[in-house]
């Protein structure tokens, strides 16, 4: 297996040589045989990490005792951190599991960072590498669930992928490494032991090979989603469109294509909704219908979808501008100059007659009943009809900042329309530049 092993290193991760490699250690059979075999073929300098995470007493310091021993007779840098693993899952209201994986790779990044080091080596094999696969299956994962664990994600390298438990053990067995047991591993109260102890061992009978079998299916399926992600980029070259730091998404173009849901899930599966039903409705929902996922917002505006990433500022705040200020820099980046003159502008930039100003001015969002009297035009406007007749969506209407005199009269809808009321005419002594930044 070594001589395998080095020959895999070679042929996919060339560029692990002569570079300083963080192993992440727990003491098991996988993580030891990984370090032992980093160690023997000497092509890079290896540290270990290992994370306590509390969870089995005693047993659990001992793991941690058991690495550092190893990495003492080996020669190799350690690192090692101990979590209330228990605590936190509570605090978060989350699986231990998924607190613990948190955990693990917040600090395995930190490491990176702070120690001069290139890359994070796991130690996931083929065996771990089925068992996601059934693990997603039984959770309706989409085609990027069925393509197995990456052997490259960002700097984090799997180079035992490969390998199936059994060479591992075998490899121990014949080099005679010691390794830590994790008792925990033989209960079938998680999800992955179930499948690891109940249903792997039932499609080894049924087929011996599944592993190899398996691994030429993984293989397939990523050729099948390279096809997949470059006829998803063509779609949103020509339905996708950026509007500041908000998607837009033609609604009429992902509906001209033959399984409209499919493309938009692609489109959007990134978004981390969940609620897909819900998201598909929206091709044919009325405007002003709304999804939200953890971190995202998905509006039907008229012909199109708009996402946009949702924030956790108030939009009720006022914010005011005293007389002497020449620049602010929240919620947003004004500067005031007086001038002598009117030089070219555009909507980042207006010129008011600064006598008309009654300190403080201030910065808000809309509010009922609010009217402008838009520079160009005729009259006076409910400010909605305005939005309305300039096609602004929903989020562009909550996303706008009005500057208001201290009598809350509109000066601004800032980025779109000056008032006219404000307007430097002949008579006007005193010019007053203000320029969003």
């Keep these: 297996m070594q001589k395998k092993f080095k020959e895999h290193i070679n042929t996919h991760f060339p560029f692990l040589k002569d570079k300083n490699l963080l192993v992440a250690v727990s003491g098991g059979l996988d993580s030891i045989v990984l370090a032992h075999l980093l160690n023997s073929i000497k092509i890079a300098t290896i540290s270990l990490a290992h994370c306590n995470f509390k969870l089995r007493g005693k047993d659990s310091d001992l793991d941690e005792e058991f690495v550092k021993t190893f990495a003492e007779k080996n020669g190799n840098s ?39 080091l290139d890359y994070i080596l796991t130690a996931h094999h083929a065996d771990d590498n089925l068992e996601t696969f059934l693990i997603n299956l039984t959770r309706g994962s989409g085609l990027e669930g069925f393509t197995g664990i990456p052997a490259i994600n960002g700097n984090i390298i799997r180079t035992l992928l490969p390998f199936s438990r059994t060479e591992i053990l075998n490899f ?18 998680y999800v992955r032991n179930k499948i690891r102890h109940k249903i792997i061992p039932v499609l080894k009978e049924i087929n011996p090979s599944v592993l190899t079998t398996f691994a030429n299916s993984i293989n397939h399926l990523k050729e099948v989603e390279e096809i997949v992600h470059d006829k998803i980029a063509d779609i949103a070259k020509a339905a996708v469109s950026k509007e500041n730091e908000n998607l837009k998404i033609d609604i009429q173009k992902i509906k001209e294509l033959g399984n409209s849901k499919a493309y938009l899930y692609q489109l959007l599966k990134e978004y981390h909704f969940t609620q897909w039903h819900d998201v598909y409705d929206l091709l044919n929902a009325q405007s002003g219908k709304q999804v939200f996922s953890k971190t ?40 005031f100059q007086e001038v002598k003159e009117i030089r070219a502008h555009d ?91």
Aim: hydrophobic share 35%.
């Design 78 to 116: 350690i690192f090692t951190i101990s979590f209330e693993t228990s605590k936190e899952a509570l605090k978060q209201k989350t699986s231990t599991q998924i607190v613990a994986r948190t955990l693990r790779y917040q600090w395995f990044q930190k490491l990176l960072t702070t120690n001069n």
């Design 172 to 189: 121990a067995k014949t080099h005679k490494i010691n390794w830590r047991e994790d008792t925990s591993n033989a209960s079938t109260k």
């Design 296 to 335: 995202h917002r998905l509006l039907k505006d008229r012909k199109y979808l708009l996402l946009s990433k949702i924030e956790n500022k108030p939009t009720t705040e006022t914010i005011a501008i005293k007389a002497k200020q020449t620049v602010i820099t929240q919620p947003l980046n004004l500067s």
């Design 347 to 437: 909507k980042q930039t207006i010129y008011v007659d600064k006598d008309l100003l009654k300190y403080p001015l201030f910065l808000r969002k809309k509010q009922i009943g609010d009217y402008i009297y838009p520079l160009g035009l005729q009259g006076k406007k409910k400010l909605s009809k305005y939005f309305k007749d300039e096609k602004f969506s929903l989020i562009d209407k909550e996303n706008t900042w009005l500057l208001c005199n201290a009598d809350n009269a509109i000066i601004w809808a800032i980025g779109h329309r000056q008032d006219r009321r404000f307007m430097v005419k002949t008579s006007t002594k005193s010019y007053l530049k203000i320029t969003k930044l």
